[in-house]
T-cell receptor, first 115, second 116 residues
Framework: NAGVTQTPKFQVLKTGQSMTLQCAQD?????MSWYRQDPGMGLRLIHY???????DQGEVPNGYNVSRSTTEDFPLRLLSAAPSQTSVYFC??????????????FGSGTQLSVL | AQKVTQAQTEISVVEKEDVTLDCVYE???????LFWYKQPPSGELVFLIR??????QNEISGRYSWNFQKSTSSFNFTITASQVVDSAVYFC?????????????FGKGTKLTVNP
């Protein structure tokens, strides 16, 4: 059971380049989300999805696109990278256990630098 | 507006000391959920606990305990007999969606260093 898998772990981009951060989960979770973590800012929600075909914006969506064509995958796209997008990105998925407690699982993170 | 405040930016203790991490939240909703997450130096985020606003019972899990007080809007986290492996950044978070945690509002985190 791989859990939540993020790739790549590290990435350096030049301003204006585009790229996709991959996120996959093999736990059949409906909910998935993307966060960015910046020093002194904590974690901020970028986009989220409550199921295949459904996505919505979080707190800081500008400059990012997402899609959810399958339950397993939730890629995050940077269309034109900017230095302000230098951050650590976390993907997460969640489910409810038998006691109706939600459990959130995070990927290991992607460290992105935009020069 | 929803907000989570973790006033302690960094805490340093010696092994075996008890330590409490503070979390104060703001919301006008009557139904909400509170979380704690741990981020060790490896960077991954680890879920610790989720509480709903109707359950004010304190919870204990091994050396970890949580004190939820609606009267002061606080959800503090205590580690008893701390260990070096507890060194991490700890995040408190608030969720209002009454369902999934896809709209968590995180505090800025408290960096805990446990020295041998």
């Amino acid at each position: 059971n791989a859990g939540v898998t993020q790739t790549p772990k590290f990435q350096v981009l030049k301003t204006g380049q585009s790229m996709t951060l991959q996120c996959a989960q093999d736990m059949n979770h409906e909910y998935m989300s993307w966060y960015r973590q910046d020093p002194g800012m904590g974690l901020r929600l970028i986009h989220y999805s409550v199921g295949a075909g459904i996505t919505d914006q979080g707190e800081v969506p500008n400059g990012y696109n997402v899609s959810r064509s399958t339950t397993e995958d939730f890629p995050l796209r940077l269309l034109s990278a900017a230095p302000s997008q230098t951050s650590v990105y976390f993907c997460a998925s969640s489910y409810w256990d038998s006691r109706d407690n939600e459990k959130l699982f995070f990927g290991s993170g992607t460290q992105l630098s935009v020069l | 507006a929803q907000k989570v405040t973790q006033a302690q930016t960094e805490i340093s203790v010696v092994e075996k000391e008890d330590v409490t991490l503070d979390c104060v939240y703001e919301t006008r909703d009557t139904t909400y959920y509170l979380f704690w997450y741990k981020q060790p130096p490896s960077g991954e985020l680890v879920f610790l606990i989720r509480r709903n606003s109707f359950d004010e019972q304190n919870e204990i899990s091994g050396r970890y305990s949580w004190n939820f007080q609606k009267s002061t809007s606080s959800f503090n986290f205590t580690i008893t007999a701390s260990q070096v492996v507890d060194s991490a950044v700890y995040f408190c978070a608030l969720d209002l969606t009454q369902g999934g945690s896809e709209k968590l509002v995180f505090g800025k985190g408290t960096k805990l260093t446990v020295n041998p």
